[in-house]
């Protein structure tokens, strides 16, 4: 995942539109992957996830787009609410590495309405 | 309602304090983890257990303590020993010791502050 340090990149988008939130990853044998939503002071909610066999998946107004070519992962949210405003993480695991679940840097989206 | 529950949400620390910080779930995982959560980044990995009297490092276990004497219960102690305690800490669940499994459940924080 990003690492962006202090200052998290933020996406502003209107009410209704659709967003797309980005994260990069860096190892090549992770298998499995998960977005999480995350509001102002509360622990994060699993919100998708997709492993290395697909290249998309399709949840309640979310979309997951995997390209492991690239090793690059969206998540997509139609009709954005100003429910959708909070961070969002995206999260990679290696099949081998057991319990250890690495964290991109995370993604803020604000919702305008 | 089955959950995570951390406990204290807010907690004030003088320098050279130990504290611990309380996490219990009642869903019956397997599986449970601590975070460290600084401000604008990713979740990084202190500790976890996979099985009640076991506990393995994660990548920032220096100046932390886990036990695991219960399968419910997984404090996590913040010793004098940590540089940096300022944080944000997450504890969470998964049904099974394997990742690629199922989801992490998370719960809602704990905020320490060392004055």
Request: charged residues 20%; hydrophobic residues 35%.
């Amino acid at each position: 995942g990003e690492s962006v340090g202090l200052h998290l990149p933020t996406l502003s988008v209107q009410e209704g539109d659709n967003s797309i939130i980005n994260c990069a990853y860096s190892n090549s044998a992770s298998d499995y992957f998960i977005w999480y939503k995350q509001e102002s002071g509360k622990g994060p909610q699993f919100i998708i996830d997709i492993r290395s066999n697909m290249d998309k998946r399709q949840g309640q107004r979310v979309t997951v787009l995997l390209n492991k070519t690239v090793k690059h992962l969206s998540l997509q949210i139609a009709a954005t609410q100003p429910g959708d405003s909070a961070v969002y993480f995206c999260a990679e695991i290696e099949g081998n590495a057991g319990n250890m679940l690495t964290f991109g840097g995370g993604t803020r989206l604000m919702v305008k309405p | 309602d089955g959950g995570i529950t951390q406990s204290p949400k807010y907690l004030f620390r003088k320098e050279g304090q130990n504290v611990t910080l309380s996490c219990e779930q009642n869903l019956n995982h397997d599986a449970m983890y601590w975070y460290r959560q600084d401000p604008g980044q990713g979740l990084r990995l202190i500790y976890y257990s996979q099985i009640v009297n076991d506990f393995q490092k994660g990548d920032i276990a220096e100046g932390y303590s886990v036990s695991r004497e219960k399968k419910e219960s997984f404090p996590l102690t913040v010793t004098s020993a940590q540089k940096n305690p300022t944080a944000f800490y997450l504890c969470a669940s998964s049904i099974f010791a394997s990742m690629n499994t199922g989801e992490l459940f998370f719960g809602e924080g704990s905020r320490l502050t060392v004055l």
